[in-house]
């Protein structure tokens, strides 16, 4: 997926969320705006916007001198949603098909993303995604493919988010060979090998880092050690609007299907979809 000139206001309103994070000095501000402006001059739209806004981030960082400022909001939440493990496993574990819950229930944590959003309603959210509709045109795709595939790479994406992941990949590692990958740094409140170890997903299946610290994938900078769980996979499950944003127009061995929620009006216009709706689709 490419980038639009809507893009960049927002690319401005993360940093200044972030920067809010570790400080309020105005001069520090002026100055990661002018090294985001002066960036963004010499970059192509062509990118994905998830690519642009990983080095608008990096500036608050580098200026603030701050490695990880969403830590306390990511453990917060870890937090939050680790108290939930015992009532999802059991809502997934008696479901007439706990795949289908086990996926409605992970959509439903992709929520928890405090890159983009800043307010939510967590129980309200559970509530409709469990509740709610679900595309079983791609669920019953997904089921073909799952059932001839051996080995399942699982690219995770928020903190937080990644417990509502567990139930599921508990479920697919019955049957399945599954890698989970985190990223390799802090990088807004993505999830890393910190968060996994905490979700307890590093205690139930391989769990590897991509190699880099860049929102969605970016497979230059990526690991042999990702790169290769990527070509063996014979079916790939991406979560979240970035892993999407930048795995779009990659060409990939196998299938790769999205899960998240529409929660950007750019990207829901460029996918055709209405805004907040869930979406579960095949590359």
């Excluded at 000095?25 to 690519?51: F, H, Q």
Aim: glycine letters at 8%.
């Amino acid at each position: 997926m490419k980038s639009y000139k809507k893009c960049i206001a927002c690319f401005y309103k993360q940093a200044k969320r972030t920067t809010n994070l570790v400080t309020d000095d105005p001069e520090k501000l002026k100055e990661i705006n002018r090294k985001i402006a002066s960036y963004l001059k010499g970059v192509s739209l062509k990118r994905a916007p998830a690519d642009l806004s990983t080095w608008t981030v990096k500036f608050v960082y580098g200026v603030t001198g701050c490695a990880d400022p969403y830590k306390k909001l990511k453990d917060k939440y870890n937090r939050i949603a680790k108290k939930a493990i015992p009532w999802l496993k059991k809502m997934v574990v008696n479901a007439p098909d706990p795949i289908l819950m086990g996926l409605k229930v992970a959509v439903a944590g992709n929520i928890i993303d405090l890159g983009i959003l800043t307010e939510f309603d967590l129980d309200g959210t559970i509530k409709k995604a469990i509740g709610g509709g679900f595309p079983l045109k791609s669920y019953k795709e997904f089921r073909k493919v799952l059932d001839r595939s051996k080995k399942i790479l699982y690219i995770l994406d928020n903190s937080g988010e990644i417990v509502f992941d567990r139930p599921l990949i508990e479920e697919l590692i019955k049957n399945h060979a599954v890698t989970a990958a985190v990223k390799s740094g802090p990088i807004l409140n993505d999830a890393t090998m910190e968060d996994a170890a905490f979700a307890g997903l590093t205690k139930i299946t391989r769990v590897i880092k991509t190699g880099n610290s860049c929102l969605g994938v970016n497979w230059r900078l990526s690991s042999k050690e990702f790169k290769k769980a990527f070509r063996e996979a014979g079916l790939i499950i991406s979560k979240g609007q970035a892993n999407y944003e930048t795995l779009d127009g990659m060409k990939t061995k196998a299938p790769v299907f999205f899960l998240m929620q529409s929660k950007c009006p750019v990207v829901a216009k460029y996918m055709g979809v209405k805004l907040g709706v869930v979406l579960f689709l095949r590359k």
